[in-house]
Nanobody
Framework: QVQLVESGGGLVQPGGSLSLSCAASGRTFTTYQMGWFRQAPGKEREFVAAISWTGLGTNYADSVKGRFTISRTNAKNTVYLQMSSLEPGDTATYYC?????????????????WGQGTQVTVSS
């Protein structure tokens, strides 16, 4: 089973960009589909994006399509989330997650390994 550690969060102005990274331990990283979720205070955790183990398949929430890009580098056991045109509504704690099996599901319950989260705040 992998362990996940997110990094790259911070404070950014509206319209700005930020890149998150998620480093995975273990030698089985390539067998996992990876996802990013976020949770704002008082709200439920919501799906942001997912990527297949090959990196060829991706899935995005409608709210971030065209603004966020998920990618992975298996040689570095790392998955990324490049965020641009950030809005105050993107403010949340962002979590990296891993799941076995096929399907780029947006359901949080389908992911069985989670990182500790990294805070992203979009504010002027």
């Amino acid at each position: 089973q992998v362990q996940l550690v997110e990094s790259g969060g911070g404070l950014v102005q509206p319209g700005g960009s930020l890149s998150l990274s998620c480093a995975a331990s273990g030698r089985t990283f390539t067998t996992y589909q990876m996802g990013w979720f976020r949770q704002a205070p008082g709200k439920e955790r919501e799906f942001v994006a997912a990527i297949s183990w090959t990196g060829l398949g991706t899935n995005y929430a409608d709210s971030v399509k065209g603004r966020f890009t998920i990618s992975r580098t298996n040689a570095k056991n790392t998955v990324y989330l490049q965020m641009s045109s950030l809005e105050p509504g993107d403010t949340a704690t962002y979590y990296c997650a891993a799941k076995k099996g096929a399907g780029l599901t947006p359901r949080a319950d389908d992911y069985n390994t989670w990182g500790q989260g990294t805070q992203v705040t979009v504010s002027s």
